[in-house]
């Protein structure tokens, strides 16, 4: 299957057999989700439509501070935690997934990396350890290998990294062909583009909030990588999510929380426990200002440091 400029492979439209078993794959994806999820359904809609806050975790101690400093979910990228060639089985990551449920908070997998040519096999059994170690969800980039873990392991909920130019139409594609839980976005978009997104897509929206000259979705690759054509998209105009900076999307969260936006998504400086306590902090108290009180929230100059 061939790649596009960014390493993600096309949706194979054209071929029938492909489209028959994306066919497949989705029904049968939304019956297992359907059944494991159905006790959800009762659960307060107040908590169920809040704005979560999500975390960037490198380390067993990195997942510990972000919990107790009150983030929702936690991202651990498996190329930054481990060497990609084998599974992991470092029995403290499996502590750190415990630690986590045990406070009633998630935490997903990142995988957004090519599962082409040689390294397909490690990818493909970097998924396998994710099901079975108890990760919530998985983060992906990669269309075939998201494919594979829609066949196989049609019950672990699928996070989708989308190109920046990612639209309505684009997030419906994805919610339909994969079945996709969530979609995650730069926040290099125009608020027009959120605004289409958030109320035609029928699918969970998370913004990647951190200042663009530090954007990654693991391995320890920047965003661009994935997307070059960020590096030249115009983040000045006001008419943009955000100009790049972390003060300009906090500012937005009034916004974000009335369009129904699932969750934002931070990454600390460093790896450093100390800093991603800080971080998750920080978030937290300014989400939760937010939600008390939308139309009295403004952004502490504590926060803008």
């Known amino acids: 299957m061939p790649e596009t400029g960014n390493g993600v492979s096309p949706i194979p439209f054209g071929n029938a057999f492909c489209v028959a078993l994306l066919y497949v794959c989705f029904h049968r994806r939304r019956l297992v989700m359907k059944s494991t999820t159905s006790h959800v359904a009762a659960a307060p809609s107040s908590s169920a439509s809040r704005l979560q806050l999500a975390c960037l975790a490198a380390s067993p101690a990195g997942i510990r501070a972000a919990i107790d400093a009150g983030a929702d979910w936690v991202r651990l990228p498996y190329a930054l ?22 406070r009633g908070r998630k935490i997903v997998l990142d995988l957004c990396f090519s599962a082409q040519g040689s390294r397909w096999k490690s990818c493909r059994d970097a998924v396998e350890w994710a099901a079975t170690q108890g990760f919530d969800a998985i983060l992906l980039s990669d269309f075939s290998l998201a494919l594979h873990c829609a ?20 997030a419906t594609q994805l919610t339909l062909q994969l079945n996709a839980a969530r979609v995650l976005v730069t926040p290099l978009l125009s608020v027009a ?51 790049g900076h972390l003060t300009v999307l906090l500012e937005r969260l009034p916004l974000l929380s009335s369009l129904g936006i699932r969750a934002i998504q931070v990454e600390p400086r460093n790896d450093l426990p100390n800093e991603i306590a800080r971080t998750a902090g920080t978030w937290r108290t300014a989400i939760d200002r937010c939600l008390a009180d939308r139309e009295r929230y403004a952004v502490a100059s504590c926060w803008q440091r």
């Open 193 to 243: 583009q959120l605004v289409e997104i958030s109320t035609k897509a029928n699918v969970e929206i998370e913004i990647l909030a951190c200042e663009t000259s530090r954007m990654s979705v693991a391995e320890g690759a920047p965003y661009d990588c994935l997307f070059p054509e960020v590096v030249d998209k115009p983040c000045n105009d006001p008419c943009f999510l955000t100009n």
């Open 151 to 170: 066949i196989h392991f049609p019950a672990l909920p699928l996070h989708f990294v989308a190109c920046p130019d990612v639209c309505a139409r684009t």
């Open 81 to 102: 935690a481990h060497a990609c060639a084998t599974p992991p089985r470092d029995a403290r990551i499996s502590q750190a997934i415990r630690y986590v449920h045990g």
